[in-house]
């Protein structure tokens, strides 16, 4: 496959997860939500965690945002689900290495989020990308207290 080719297909995924996210809505039943904002952008997301036995059994994700703050959002909930806190916890640090940036993080780890990769690239988009990461992280910590 040429480079143009995995680009244009990356590009479409995002697209994609963005236009039809998953896990969009809310949960009847959450023990966590938390209210995320990236000024800079605009994006205003809600998560909603339902976390049970040292695990996310469900959880979703509402509001406005950019096509790679939805998207992440959307690959975020897939990769995130059924995990325990500990596991999540160094997916997200994983992610925030990835797209930073920073060498040898997790690949493993991140399943389709892998995808965003290419925003170290761009970092006025870092920000969209992270947002519901740092939800998800905070909701994790505010579980364990």
Not at 17 to 36: N, Q, R, V
Not at 84 to 94: N, W, Y
Request: aromatic fraction near 6%; hydrophobic fraction near 40%; charge should be negative.
């Amino acid at each position: 496959m040429a480079f143009d080719d995995l680009q244009n297909l990356y590009r479409q995924v995002i697209l994609e997860s963005a236009m039809h996210p998953h896990h969009y809505g809310h949960l009847e039943k959450f023990t966590h939500k938390i209210h995320l904002k990236n000024p800079t952008c605009g994006d205003s997301l809600d998560l909603e965690v339902l976390l049970k036995d040292g695990k996310v059994k469900n959880l979703a994700f509402s509001g406005q945002g950019c096509t790679i703050s939805k998207a992440s959002a959307s690959l975020m909930t897939d990769v995130v689900m059924n995990k325990s806190c500990e596991e999540i916890k160094r997916t997200v640090l994983a992610f925030s290495d990835m797209v930073t940036g920073k060498e040898g993080f997790d690949e493993e780890t991140l399943g389709d989020a892998l995808l965003l990769e290419g925003v170290k690239d761009f970092p006025a988009r870092i920000k969209c990308a992270t947002l519901a990461w740092k939800g998800i992280y905070q909701a994790i910590e505010e579980g364990e207290k």
